[in-house]
């Protein structure tokens, strides 16, 4: 019983060092890419102060009074609605807290917690769907993968979306696992507040409850339940955001208004949609139904403003209208798209955001700091992770075809959410930061990949020892 109680307990030491190691990487990676990004606040081509402006405003409304953190007094404010409600909310709580109403305040409140928060989601989810092994070895990826720190840091709602897109799958592996409807609950709910930030996780709800009701192996009645209880969480916990626009506008609008914004831009990404009259670009789809609509060049017109819901409407309307004559020509569009989604390494795409840099000396560090010791060791770590982000889908496809032959259930859960971002989330322009959860269950694979050759480097060195006992 000693032995036993000494070996539990050596082992929870060991876990526990190598969740400290894991952190300890995250913030090393957060803190060198937050004092990069931190340093190009203002340059559009790094962080899209533009958008960061409206959550700005949104937020010093709300601590100073002047508007309300959800409700909506006027029905052509329909510039309240571009934007699900939380994102504000939170840039209000971090300026409260901080003292400081400034997009510096929440990069340094997010990289900290991001740093905490995704690499043991990662681990978490990976002990739970492949083994402890793995689950390290993915959360170890997750902390030196330099798209999640780049956008782990960025001021932006990507990344608490991100996190409790996360927790929510979690909690569906668990509740699969454990046959729970209490915990798809759970993961219901937990992606309900997922849309609270962003809307990019609105419908995942069905493509998670129809994995369920496929895959787990267990009567036709407890799938159905994990799958409804999936299902109810997110349209309970979504609901108050549309009922609330229906009773100020008199319209059915989700939880943010721009879908057609998003189809629009995604036709002017390509050389046949700009022929037709589609822009990529708010300002210049702007400036375009300015002149349809006759107003003079000073009036202050934005995508959702004035008259934007039903604007947001026309542009789908007009977007779909040319999408359904090209299926075959848009279908190619897509799997653009998907590779864009995809490619972490090399140059980034013209329309969809960079996959992160490698930490340098001379990018990361101030300028006492580019030389010597420290300098050396961060440009290494930089090398390690332009090694990682060249193997990182080689490793990811490695580990899905291990994963499907090891644990199929679990494998079909963490791809309902890759599916989800990788097909549908690209029917219309997207962006590789909207897409950071299926990066997350890809490095999950990744991590079960790294983890089995750990496991035949393990085998094969115990074999060469064997032999040299013998001789």
């Given at each position: 019983m000693k032995s036993k109680l000494s070996i539990n307990h050596k082992r929870a030491r060991t876990r526990a060092l190598c969740l400290l190691l894991i952190v300890g990487l995250s913030l090393t990676v957060r803190a060198l890419t937050a004092q990069f990004l931190g340093a190009r606040l203002d340059d559009a081509s790094w962080f899209q102060y533009g958008s960061y402006k409206i959550f700005d405003e949104r937020a010093q409304g709300i601590l100073d009074g002047k508007e309300s953190f959800f409700f909506i007094p006027d029905s052509t404010r329909t510039d309240l609605i571009q934007y699900p409600p939380a994102f504000p909310v939170w840039v209000a709580f971090i300026y409260g807290v901080t003292g400081e109403r400034s997009a510096h305040a929440v990069l340094r409140v997010q990289w900290v917690l991001d740093a905490l928060i995704m690499p043991l989601l990662i681990v978490g989810i990976g002990r739970t769907a492949f083994g402890w092994r793995e689950g390290v070895a993915a959360g170890a990826l997750a902390a030196l993968s330099p798209l999640l720190a780049f956008y782990g840091v960025t001021p932006s709602s990507d990344a608490p979306t991100a996190w409790l897109v996360m927790a929510a799958m979690w909690l569906l592996l668990l509740g699969a696992k454990r046959m729970s409807w209490r915990l798809s609950l759970g993961a219901g709910l937990m992606l309900g507040a997922a849309c609270w930030f962003r809307v990019n996780p609105l419908f995942m709800a069905f493509f998670w409850a129809l994995a369920l009701m496929l895959f787990v192996r267990a009567g036709k009645g407890m799938r159905a339940r994990l799958g409804l209880a999936v299902l109810s969480g997110t349209i309970l916990l979504v609901s108050p955001i549309p009922v609330r626009n229906a009773l100020v506008f008199h319209d059915f609008v989700l939880t943010g208004l721009n879908v057609g914004s998003n189809f629009w831009e995604g036709l002017g990404e390509t050389a046949y949609g700009r022929s037709q009259g589609f822009e990529f670009g708010d300002q210049l789809m702007v400036e375009q139904e300015r002149k349809e609509m006759g107003l003079p060049a000073d009036f202050p017109i934005t995508p959702v403003w004035p008259d934007g819901i039903r604007r947001d409407r026309e542009r789908a309307r007009k977007s779909l209208k040319v999408i359904a004559a090209h299926p075959v020509w848009y279908a190619g569009v897509m799997l653009t798209r998907?590779?864009?989604?995809?490619?972490?390494?090399?140059?980034?795409?013209?329309?969809?955001?960079?996959?992160?840099?490698?930490?340098?000396?001379?990018?990361?560090?101030?300028?006492?700091?580019?030389?010597?010791?420290?300098?050396?060791?961060?440009?290494?770590?930089?090398?390690?992770?332009?090694?990682?982000?060249?193997?990182?889908?080689?490793?990811?496809?490695?580990?899905?075809?291990?994963?499907?032959?090891?644990?199929?259930?679990?494998?079909?859960?963490?791809?309902?959410?890759?599916?989800?971002?990788?097909?549908?989330?690209?029917?219309?322009?997207?962006?590789?930061?909207?897409?950071?959860?299926?990066?997350?269950?890809?490095?999950?694979?990744a991590g079960l990949a790294v983890g089995e050759l750990g496991r035949i480097f393990g085998r094969v060195n115990k074999r060469e020892k064997v032999s040299e006992r013998i001789i």
């Open positions: 998907m590779w864009w989604m995809l490619k972490m390494a090399g140059e980034p795409g013209a329309y969809y955001g960079s996959s992160g840099i490698n930490c340098t000396g001379r990018k990361c560090l101030p300028a006492n700091l580019q030389g010597g010791a420290i300098a050396l060791a961060v440009n290494i770590l930089g090398m390690i992770q332009s090694v990682y982000r060249y193997l990182a889908l080689l490793l990811m496809a490695c580990g899905v075809w291990l994963g499907l032959r090891r644990n199929w259930v679990m494998s079909w859960l963490l791809l309902a959410t890759v599916f989800y971002y990788l097909v549908p989330g690209t029917a219309a322009h997207t962006e590789i930061r909207y897409v950071l959860p299926m990066h997350a269950a890809l490095t999950v694979f």
